[in-house]
């Protein structure tokens, strides 16, 4: 599990590409300090195996399934990556909840400065869009960010100077594609008020009542 808060911006030193899969070799520093082989790191947002660490270095297999999905397959020699360890149990939690297992891709369709912010907007597809709330959590390139409006078509951010000195938000330009994950939270209350599991026994107790009874 991660929180969304990126610790450093890593480079891509290689990226070795197969018929359906990928081995990436990404350049680092803070990251490595304490990490082993099989940890897990986000790598803008997708959670990646460390499989290798050459010096100032890590290497991640990306699979078939995680190319179709994300932003990944577009990034070449060079591109540089959002990186986050996996949270430890005894850190603050800064972010939100973040799996690491990204829902699809959006992209840029507007930045706009507001002062000392700037405004972002993603356009999506439905199927992430509806689980995108204002005032909700979404993870953006592997940034716990905050919704500030959504519509049918897209939804916007607005972000701080921090935040995009601290990220590859700051090289982003129009037509851009992001890696997007929505919050998991809703898609867990969708499934349980959609569906009951057909192991189960008895009837659900969990209705939309029940819910706002008890404050979600």
């Given amino acids: 599990m991660f929180t969304g808060i990126v610790e450093e ?12 899969s990928a081995i990436l070799t990404i350049k680092a520093h803070k ?7 099989g940890d897990s790191i986000a790598v803008n947002g997708i959670c990646l195996t460390v499989t290798t660490l050459p010096a100032g ?43 690491g297992h990204v829902d699809g891709i959006g992209k840029i369709s507007g930045i706009q400065k507001d002062d000392n912010a700037i405004w972002y907007t993603i356009e999506a597809k439905p199927e992430i869009l509806r689980y995108v ?8 390139d592997g940034i716990s960010l905050t919704v500030a409006r959504v519509n049918q078509n897209s ?32 898609k867990y209350v969708e499934k349980l008020l959609g569906q009951a599991p057909a192991v189960q026994s008895r009837e659900s107790t969990i209705t939309r009542d029940f819910l706002t009874k008890y404050g979600f």
């Fill in 57 to 99: 270095c890590f290497t991640a297999d990306v699979m078939h399934e995680t190319l179709n999905r994300s932003s990944l397959a577009g990034l070449s020699q060079g591109s540089q990556v959002n990186l986050e360890r996996a949270m430890a149990a005894d850190s603050r939690f800064g972010g939100h909840i973040v799996s």
């Fill in 9 to 20: 911006i890593g480079t891509l030193e290689k990226i070795q590409k197969g018929t359906h």
């Fill in 133 to 140: 709330v204002e005032k909700g959590s979404i993870t953006i």
């Fill in 155 to 186: 939804f916007s951010i607005s972000a701080i100077p921090h935040t995009v000195a601290q990220t590859i938000l700051k090289e982003k330009k129009m037509g851009d594609v992001v890696n997007l994950e929505t919050d998991i939270i809703g």
């Fill in 31 to 37: 990251v490595l300090e304490d990490t082993k082989i």
